[in-house]
């Protein structure tokens, strides 16, 4: 329901407000992320044995890593959350607030799947060593580097928001930021599933 | 927002009636999904990692716990829900998990029977081989 077009029905409210419309299209283009991923996935999913002779998972991941990793995308998109609330309330300092710890926990996320990343390679197991570590270095990569546009966006939007306040365009820029993080979040609890929790198991 | 609200094109009002009714429900919302998120979460790792299950069924465990929680996110973080105002987005969603499905099923599928089906298995394997 939408303000004063609440009570009519939708053949007669006219068009869609912006702020629907362009999140409609956010969504959308969101989807298409995940169709991608989904093809990033079934690469790994057929090459994860595809080890060359060469380090496999069970060797190669860090479990406590990946549970914190997990634990701080999480609530970095449980505090995306109430950043909205806080936007939609147009109260400016818990959205500076929200703001800090989405972009803290996400940057902890980042650092230490870089960290990773980096004692992975250090131990030989770079992306040219097997199919399998290709396909895990795409994969995990790939969603690292969304992480890392997120983080970004979201040093953009809190500029935004200062020297433009909340107008409706730095809105709708929010919401389709929020949108962003809890997608990637909802990637996110794939890959821990498929690439750690099922390939630690061998 | 109100006191703004007409000097801006008619489509780029934020729903206000909406936006006041639902703060609190709100971060109930949040709240409920991070709960749940954690619980699932904390459930998935603990199947990974003990021996009281059947072991060559905890993958399919873990896969169940995993779209559990995608749909937690959608629907306590991402707001997808089956209200009369959110048709389009979950037609949306259902196409794009009806590719998703297609791509990731049928990758499998078409590659393990390949490999079943290979002249030389331990030479073509691409599931063993670089």
Partial sequence: MHG?????????????????????????????????????????????????????????????????????????????????????????????????????????????????FAGMIARGATPQRSAFLSAFFTLVGCHG??????????????????????????????????LFWHALDIIWVGIFTVVYLIGIRG | ??????????????????????????FLTYTTGLVLAVILTATSFWAANTTLLWAPGVPLGLAVLAIAQMGIHLVFFLHITTGPDNTNNVLALAFGLLIVTLVVAGSLWIMANLNDNMLMPDLMNLQTQP
């Fill in chain 1, 145 to 178: 580097a969304h992480v890392t546009a997120g983080l970004l966006w979201l040093i953009i939007m809190m500029a935004q928001v200062a020297t433009k306040g909340f107008s409706p365009i730095v809105c709708r820029r929010l919401l389709c930021f929020s």
């Fill in chain 2, 1 to 26: 927002m109100s006191v703004i609200e007409n000097q801006h094109a008619p489509g780029e009002q934020i729903p206000i009636l909406e936006r006041e009714a639902g703060r609190f429900s709100g």
């Fill in chain 1, 4 to 116: 004063e077009t609440a009570m009519l029905p939708d053949t007669e409210a006219g068009p869609a407000s912006r702020r629907i419309i362009v999140g409609y299209g956010f969504w959308i283009f969101l989807l298409s992320d995940i169709v991608m991923f989904s093809a990033i996935f079934a690469t790994y999913a057929v090459l994860s044995r595809a080890t060359a002779g060469g380090p496999g998972g069970p060797e190669l991941f860090n479990q406590v890593s990946v549970a914190i990793e997990t634990g701080s995308l999480l609530l970095s998109s449980y505090a995306c959350g109430l950043m909205s609330l806080a936007i939609g309330a147009e109260r400016q300092a818990p959205t500076y607030l929200a703001a800090a710890f989405t972009f803290a926990l996400g940057a902890l996320f980042l650092g230490l799947e870089l960290r990773e």
